[in-house]
């Protein structure tokens, strides 16, 4: 058995890479699916795309490399997190579309728990903030709006899930509903220090315990593939959300190594260990991992929208035909002209978290062209960025020594530079950028003794470039400045 794979679930597409040994990638396959946006604020996805476009690529990696089953040690699942999936135990099918972690129609309920006094409740058993963001909400919202759901869900007959639960339980035809710590501390229904489903948070979201999956560890061997995708019998071995993974596929696995995913939105994770950290700064605490027995913990800081905006060019404002060409568009002036872009799409998440705000581009002039605006989008993903950062700086009380980066949008250099830039220290790029994937790949292969231990994998890690800050810091302080403003100016919008 040479190869771990791993199904890598994301936002707008689902993907399968073949690692080997060395932790270097052998194959790699990749579909997007439909995004899904029947009201303003709300996104969604249809499960069953979800499903059929992860057991595509899964097929034609193994295809395309000329690997069979057992040639595969293991698979690993790593996924988008909040997002919400409520299926028929008895048939499998969902009863309605997957209500997305980007998706905001539960603002208002959010808004009364707060009212009510909850939050301080939810913060200290789950680490999160109340927000629209996590799954909790969209739970109990499906359960109230879908005909029958509620009473069907008190009868034993429904069950929900984070992407994870519904690749799994379709992986093996509905014998396992589980999900991994990682996974169930995004939900707002999970004690982070118990590490159960806590009854009194179930109570206030009035979600009934049935529906819930069982909790695992993050490595660990679950079961077998039972679905005909030409993988009958590989174990699935390890799960863990995408930031998670990714924290643990960058080798942040020491208190205080950080790094920051630019994906479909960016965030930040800092490893805390064994400690529960909780932020004075509007950061979440959220559990890493849990091996051997033993829960670590993380900081974590959410941009909402990313790499997204550089979508939001190309398919909303079509100033650009692909997103690798934003690069060359934004390197074509030589600074944004006073244009900042604020891609609050779906309200602000940390440390604002403001669920009414939306997005805004201010400083246009007659002067302005379509490089304005990308620079100016892509400068916004590393504003939002070092928002985070300060945060975490300020909860940590030192400063960061470097920071580590993944995620489609690492491979951007202006990005990266700017980056380095704006937080005054460095960007370091590593060789495998595709670090979400290949941490859930090591978490699967530690649990089958693929690898042999954390030290095997450690040693895997190799940094490709490093930027350094360059900018001078009276040129930041401006920069910044001006950003902080153009935020105020999209704060609240939907409520003005």
């Not at 995004?35 to 595509?56: C, N, R």
Request: net charge negative; glycine share 10%.
């Amino acid at each position: 058995m040479s190869y771990i794979l791993a199904l890598d679930q994301g936002t707008t597409s689902s993907r399968a890479l073949l690692f080997d040994r060395d932790g270097r990638i052998k194959g790699v396959a990749q579909r997007e699916f439909r995004q899904g946006f029947p009201k303003p604020g709300w996104v969604e996805h249809d499960p069953e795309e979800i499903w059929s476009s992860q057991a595509g690529v899964a097929v034609e990696v193994l295809g395309a490399a000329g690997v069979r089953a057992r040639d595969v040690a293991a698979i690993g699942i790593t996924n988008q997190r909040e997002t919400t999936i409520v299926w028929d135990r008895k048939t499998g099918r969902p009863i309605a579309n997957a209500i997305v972690w980007q998706d905001r129609r539960t603002a208002d309920v959010c808004d009364r728990l707060r009212s009510e006094g909850a939050e301080p409740l939810f913060r200290e058993r789950t680490g999160l903030v109340l927000d629209a963001y996590f799954s909790g909400t969209k739970l109990a919202w499906i359960l109230d709006n879908v005909d029958g759901a509620r009473v069907r869900a008190e009868a034993g007959e429904l069950a929900f899930g984070t992407v994870d639960s519904w690749l799994l339980w379709k992986l093996t035809d509905g014998r396992l509903h589980i999900t991994d710590a990682s996974n169930a501390s995004r939900t707002l229904m999970f004690n982070i220090h118990t590490l159960q489903w806590d009854d009194e948070l179930l109570q206030a979201l009035h979600v009934p315990r049935g529906v819930l999956p069982e909790v695992r560890s993050s490595s660990e061997t679950y079961g077998e593939v039972t679905a005909t995708l030409g993988l009958q019998s590989v174990p699935v071995a390890g799960i863990a959300g995408d930031q998670q993974a990714a924290l643990f596929g960058q080798m942040c696995t020491s208190p205080g190594l950080t790094k920051n995913t630019y994906g479909t939105g960016c965030f930040m994770l800092q490893n805390t260990g064994a400690k529960a950290a909780l932020s004075q700064h509007q950061l979440l605490t959220t559990i890493a991992w849990t091996r051997n027995g033993a829960a670590e913990y993380a900081l974590e800081g959410s941009v909402f929208i990313g790499g997204a905006v550089v979508q939001w060019l190309r398919d909303g404002l079509g100033i650009i035909r692909s997103s690798s060409e934003v690069e060359t568009l934004a390197r074509s002036v030589p600074d944004n002209g006073d244009v900042y872009f604020v891609p609050a799409f779906t309200g602000l998440g940390a440390p604002h978290w403001d669920q009414y705000a939306r997005g805004t581009i201010v400083g246009l002039t007659r002067g302005a062209t379509a490089a304005h605006i990308a620079r100016a989008a892509l400068e916004s993903v590393a504003f939002q960025s070092a928002d985070l950062l300060d945060a975490m700086q300020a909860d940590a009380g030192v400063r960061l020594a470097e920071l580590r980066v993944d995620g489609g949008g690492a491979r951007n250099d202006f990005l990266m530079q700017f980056q380095s830039d704006l937080i005054g220290a460095p960007v370091v790029r590593p060789e495998t950028i595709e670090t979400t994937a290949l941490g859930a790949a090591y978490l699967a292969g530690l649990a089958v003794s693929f690898w042999k231990s954390g030290d095997d994998v450690a040693n895997q890690w190799r940094a490709e470039r490093r930027f350094e800050p360059v900018m001078p810091a009276t040129r930041v302080r401006d920069l910044r400045g001006r950003w902080t403003q153009a935020l105020e100016r999209a704060k609240s919008w939907v409520t003005a």
